[in-house]
Structure formats: structure tokens, C-alpha cells
């Protein structure tokens, strides 16, 4: 098992930035490509980033590509997501999510998610 906890979110006017935080336990954090992803109201789930167990991967949905940038630091069992340039349309509950298999990232069919952190950027 994988236990997974978001923090960072908030309230954010447009422009601004906000960094989220995945804290990670259980089983050896390093073995897992990690991935955030986010639901607005009414709309689906949607993949935003990912990044392969080393860090040396990292892939991004094109609605973010540019302003928002995923790093981990395997040392601490955390992931992190930083948001810049934030727009109105990124606000959503921001999920983080574990998988073994970096190239399943964009999916949406993981074993290990976390409970999910709100994001609201104000126009």
C-alpha cells in the first residue's frame, strides 16, 4: 500500500503562484512514478503531469505545459507540483497519484490517489 497526502492548496489570484506537495508512505516511494491531476466541477478527472520514479522524466498536459513544473525528491517521499501563471481554469481539486509504470501516467487507472487538495484562482 501507498498512502498519499496533499497539501498546498488555496486561494490564488490570477498570475499568481502556488507550489502542492504529495507526501507519500508505505511502500519504497522511489519505485513509483508519480502524477498529478485535477477535477474541476462537473468535469472529468484530467491528467496535468507525471514524472518516472529518478526525476528524469517528466511529460505535461499541453493546458500546462510552461507554467507549472513537477519535481520529486525520493530523500523525503514527496512530490511536488509548482503553479505559475495561474489562470481562472486551473481551478479543480488537484490529486496526486502513484503508479509503477511511468508510461500509465496519463491514464487515469492507478492503484494508489490521494484525498485531493482545492485550487480556486480568482479572476
Known amino acids: 500500500q501507498v498512502q498519499l497526502v496533499e497539501s498546498g492548496g488555496g486561494l490564488v489570484q490570477a498570475g499568481g503562484s502556488l507550489r502542492l506537495s504529495c507526501a507519500a508512505s508505505?511502500?519504497?516511494?522511489?519505485?513509483?512514478?508519480m502524477g498529478w491531476f485535477r477535477q474541476a466541477p462537473g468535469k472529468e478527472r484530467e491528467f496535468v503531469a507525471a514524472i518516472s520514479w529518478s526525476g528524469g522524466m517528466t511529460t505535461y498536459a499541453d493546458s500546462v505545459k510552461g507554467r507549472f513544473t513537477i519535481s520529486r525528491d525520493n530523500a523525503k517521499n514527496t512530490v511536488y507540483l509548482q503553479m505559475n501563471s495561474l489562470k481562472p481554469e486551473d481551478t479543480a481539486v488537484y490529486y496526486c497519484?502513484?503508479?509503477?509504470?511511468?508510461?500509465?501516467?496519463?491514464?487515469?487507472?492507478?492503484?494508489?490517489w490521494g484525498q485531493g487538495t482545492q485550487v480556486t484562482v480568482s479572476s
Open positions: 497519484a502513484a503508479d509503477p509504470t511511468y508510461s500509465r501516467m496519463r491514464s487515469l487507472q492507478h492503484d494508489y
Open positions: 508505505g511502500r519504497t516511494f522511489s519505485n513509483y512514478a
